[in-house]
């Protein structure tokens, strides 16, 4: 077993203004460790005043900030790179620990951040700005490239660390302020420790600011604060659709990466054996609790027993425990809640005749994979998006039919085909209405330079390479007349 080395106690204050201080709330948030319910650290949480503070900070800081060059600008990103990689054993503990990850899946998560950051450092080389071409004579047209001003970021439990700094890295390097408000359960991977690594990457003080706060005590004072001109959302599909709905309100930009009913579609010519070990992978790491992770694996009728099998035989691989084990690859779930409702949807769809060929024992957070078969599209199961280690597995007589279950779920985030023709899978990939989709390959991909987001109930926007660069930017048209422009007066 691997031993904690970081201090808990040390992450008990909010990061605001360039200060550690202590919540102007009168509440108290503990955090937990999901596995077996020990206090990690109890803080006094931020009120609505602290949140006005983050944001009157950020936007001071970001008037300098926006002047800075961009190789400074780069510098810092590429710093805060390394500050992270020479803090990875203290976050990959904090991962494990907070959130209930396998080292596997908390070390995957800093690598992502650590790539993440390293490709926005490119992203202050391209504010340039671009000259077009005037029907006016004598009059030249120019379009700048400028950062938003201030940008507020909500991040989830799940993936904590890199879905904060997926926002927060690209709009510090394009030359914003940011305050980041993490889920609570997550508070320390998703926004403290990530303020320290800038801290010490030499970011100016003020302009990234961590506030813990509860939305049961703040409402919607984080979105509706006039100074930011961008909400960055990971999360839900139902708080993702508040979101939205407050920012249209208040006529600022949303950035929204929402939930996934993400489908694997086995062809009948697929290598039976590949997609099974992909599938197993894709529906349970990180106890399925990944808006990409597999939902529902669809499998031709003609090879269905047989992947069927050998799906059940690679999922009694699986080892379920204690996440600073490292042989373990399903921990905890974040919490009971979770566990509660997946079971109510599993009793649901056997009642309305999914067949269940594995069902493990639950012990507190603790939940071990479940497999049902024939299940169909309108089961409890397979229409919600379940953050559990439950595998649902469709049957379909055609191709025809498999992209028609796929196409009638209200979501479209992430995807997988399996097939031998890897052409003819990707003109299938092509009919799936989904963000992102992977040919002989499982659901759970992201790479830097690769747009990242969803459609339909999924989200709006991408976050990845140049495209971070449109959601956290706005042009500006300056128009200069060179020559006497003739006037009717």
């Known amino acids: ?159 904590p660390l890199y879905l904060s700094i997926r926002a927060i890295a690209p709009a510090l390097a394009v030359g914003n302020g940011v305050v980041v408000k993490p889920d609570l359960q997550t508070f320390i991977s998703g926004g403290l420790f990530i303020a320290k690594v800038f801290e010490e990457a030499g970011l100016p003080k003020g302009l990234l600011n961590a506030v813990v706060a509860d939305i049961n005590e703040i409402g919607d004072a984080f979105i509706e604060h006039p100074l930011p001109k961008v909400i960055s959302f990971t999360g839900s599909t139902a708080v993702g659709k508040r979101v939205g709905e407050v920012c249209g309100r208040n006529l600022k930009r949303a950035a929204l990466e929402l939930g996934g009913n993400n489908v694997m579609i086995v062809l009948e010519d697929a290598d039976i054996e590949q997609a099974a070990s992909a599938a197993v992978f894709g529906k349970f790491l990180h106890q399925g609790q990944i808006c990409m992770a597999l939902n529902r694996i669809i499998v031709h009728q003609n090879i269905y027993d047989k992947f069927v099998k050998a799906f059940k035989e690679k999922t009694q691989l699986v080892k379920v425990g204690n996440p600073f084990d490292p042989s373990v690859f399903v921990g905890p779930l974040i919490n009971k809640k979770q566990i509660y409702k997946v079971q109510g949807w599993i009793d649901d769809s056997i009642r309305e005749g999914a067949v ?76 799936i209405e989904t963000g992102m989709i992977h040919v002989n390959d499982q659901s759970v991909n992201t790479e830097s330079n690769i747009p990242f987001g969803g459609e339909k109930s999924s989200g709006l926007g991408r976050y990845g390479g140049d495209w971070s660069l449109e959601e956290f930017t706005t042009t500006r048209w300056v128009s200069v007349q060179k020559e006497k422009r003739p006037f009717p007066f």
């Open 1 to 159: 077993m691997a031993t904690v080395t970081t201090t808990f106690s040390m992450w008990s204050n909010q990061y605001i203004n360039g200060q550690w201080r202590k919540g102007d709330s009168q509440n108290d948030y503990r955090n937990q460790n999901p596995f077996d319910l020990s206090e990690l650290v109890k803080i006094k949480l931020a009120s609505i005043e602290d949140v006005g503070v983050a944001y009157q900070s950020a936007a001071k800081a970001q008037k300098a900030w926006q002047k800075v060059s961009p190789g400074e600008r780069s510098a810092v990103l590429k710093k805060a790179a390394e500050v992270l990689e020479k803090g990875r054993d203290e976050i990959v503990q904090i991962l494990v620990a907070e959130t209930g990850s396998s080292f596997a899946k908390a070390n995957a998560e800093v690598d992502f951040s650590i790539a993440d950051m390293n490709q926005f450092a490119q992203l202050p080389f391209k504010m340039e700005a671009s000259v077009v071409s005037s029907v006016i004579p004598g009059k030249e047209n120019r379009v700048y490239r400028l950062p938003v001003g201030v940008v507020g970021v909500i991040s989830p439990f799940n993936f």
């Open 356 to 431: 269940c060929i594995k069902r493990g024992n639950v012990a507190g957070n603790l939940m071990e994979p479940v497999i049902l078969t024939n299940v169909t599209n309108d089961m409890a199961i397979a229409k919600n998006e379940q953050f559990a280690p439950v595998a649902a597995i469709l049957p379909v007589e055609s191709e025809e039919e498999a992209i028609q279950i796929a196409n009638e779920s209200d979501y479209g985030l992430s995807g997988s085909i399996f097939t031998r023709d890897v052409e003819h899978g990707v003109e299938v990939a092509l009919q």
